[in-house]
């Protein structure tokens, strides 16, 4: 079992966005391919241990925007466990250059119950954790904001749903990009993260609610009144000719 996975994607025109760079869901989504391919490779897998991964929360760092048909190489490893989190890191490359990183904490539920299986529950836990990068990350934050207003209402279809019959993490990014209307933004998002706080199912309406927190722009999902997801996002200006160009 390899302490670290490393792992290429190329990106594709189904990807970019109508500014010509990666939309902030393909990281998401080779995130949690990786993830889910790591944790296979170290008989973590749901399959083999009847569980769900959970992903609770994310940040991502870019420092620059991607472009069509770059390859981008993402590494991914465990720092190490603390209480019912599973943490995870991530760190992107493109012609071997770092261009990003994240961090991420996971729990593990029963599919049946969804009652959370804590780490210490699994025998292969300990060396699923990367020797040499072992330190962990400061646990990532509560989001909130008291300023919102109502962007748009969203009702949850087939095209959201994942095999556990809820929204998908990575579609949730993409209903967040919405919200931020970066189809017209001049800047790509250079941090986001996204806590994700409850599941949502097919046929409930999404509240997609907008405001700003500490100079960055807030994005809530609700229904029913019950906060579903948020997200913090930082814009960062490029030259969209530059981000075009091979």
Known sequence: ???????????????????GIAKPSFLWNIMQDAATVH????????????ILWVLSRMKVRLARPLRPYERIRCETWCPGIRGVSWYRCFAFFADEKQVGDAQSMWVT???DTHRILRPASFPAAESYQHAARGELFDPLPKLSCDNVRLHHVHPVLYSDLDVNNHVNNVRVVELISDALDLQRQ?????SLQVNYTAETAFGEQLSLLCGTADG??????????KTRFEALA?????QQEEAVSR
């Open 1 to 19: 079992m390899a302490d670290l996975l490393s792992r290429e994607y190329e990106i594709n025109y189904s990807h970019i966005d109508n500014r």
């Open 39 to 50: 944790a296979e490779a170290s008989h973590l897998g749901p399959a083999e241990l009847h």
């Open 109 to 111: 539920l029963d599919p």
């Open 186 to 190: 001049p800047g790509f998002i250079s």
């Open 216 to 225: 960055a722009r807030y994005v809530r999902g609700e229904a029913d009144g």
């Open 234 to 238: 930082s814009l960062t200006p490029f």
